[in-house]
């Protein structure tokens, strides 16, 4: 008989297969990892990775969600517009997919 996963146990399974799959998502890795040194705006970072604009807004909601990114800071622009800068919050990330769950070690930016 299967051994039954308990809510907390579930819940901790959870947040790390959602991260593993946002990792494994190549324009979320590239979002998360070119903001390590320096941060970027949304309209930078489309710019900077080709990758249509409302994808990187996409990402970075998802990113923020599971607080892998961070807003470093709010800029107002010359028109009076608000943008946010985003910068990562992890430098590296090591996967271990070992029996019976996968391990996930993030190291902080």
Known sequence: MPRRLTLPQLKKYD??????ETLADSESRAILFSTIKKG???????????????????K???????????VEQWMISDK??????????????DISI????????????
């Open 15 to 20: 947040v790390t297969q959602k991260v593993i």
């Open 40 to 58: 970027y705006t949304a309209t930078d970072l489309s710019y900077k990775l080709k990758i249509p604009l409302s994808s990187v807004y996409k």
């Open 60 to 70: 970075l909601s998802g990113l923020e969600e599971l607080t892998l990114i961070q």
């Open 98 to 109: 070992k029996k019976p769950e996968p391990t996930l070690t993030l190291i902080p930016n």
């Open 80 to 93: 009076g517009r608000r943008y946010k800068i985003y910068r990562s919050r992890i430098s590296k990330a």
